[in-house]
């Protein structure tokens, strides 16, 4: 359920970002909004408050977010608690960030690798991976795995490319192993 309201009011939220042009400025927005969220686990508790009015709940958000968010995603938000899908909030973000970044052609990488890389490893297999894809722009996050034992696994949304020595020991294992049952 959560996932479809996320998606219901995160479309809303890129359809109107489109037709005003403001694409851009509400990613920015949007991303600081959700940092917002994460970081300030007292606000989420105050929104999702079952015994504090809506009423009460759009004034502190106006108050808050008044000057510092554009008209309409402040315009946004109002709607949003006044249907009372503030617990949603998080989800939706979420939903419009990805939108945005499948509509601007940037993917959203995850490499690991047995020892930290270099800027200049880093650079490369960035590149490579621009030429292999259809993205424009990367978001890669770096992590070091000491049980790789070398090579990488590059996860990009649900597609991963593990050339990592130990998948490649373990597929050896099971390949000597089925040697020996026949």
Not at 20 to 25: F, Q
Not at 89 to 95: G, H, K, M, R, S
Request: glycine share 6%.
């Amino acid at each position: 359920m959560a996932k479809l309201v996320s998606k219901v009011y995160g479309d809303a939220l890129f359809e109107e970002a489109m037709e005003k042009e403001t694409l851009s400025a509400w990613y920015e927005e949007v991303g600081a909004l959700k940092a917002i969220f994460t970081e300030h686990a007292d606000l989420v508790q105050f929104l999702n408050h079952p015994q504090i009015i809506k009423e009460e709940k759009i004034k502190v958000i106006e108050k808050i977010f008044s000057g510092t968010l554009s008209e309409g995603l402040l315009g946004f938000l109002v709607i949003v608690m006044e249907k009372g899908r503030q617990n949603d909030l998080p989800a939706i973000c979420d939903y419009f960030l990805n939108r945005v970044k499948e509509y601007k052609k940037i993917g959203v990488v995850s490499v690991t690798s047995a020892v930290p890389l270099s800027d200049a490893q880093k650079a490369d297999v960035e590149k490579r991976l621009l030429e292999t894809t259809s993205y424009v722009s990367l978001e890669t996050e770096y992590r070091v795995d000491e049980g790789l034992l070398g090579g990488l696994v590059i996860r990009i949304g649900d597609r991963v490319v593990d050339s990592s020595i130990r998948t490649r020991i373990e597929e050896l294992k099971r390949d000597l192993m089925k040697l020996q049952m026949a």
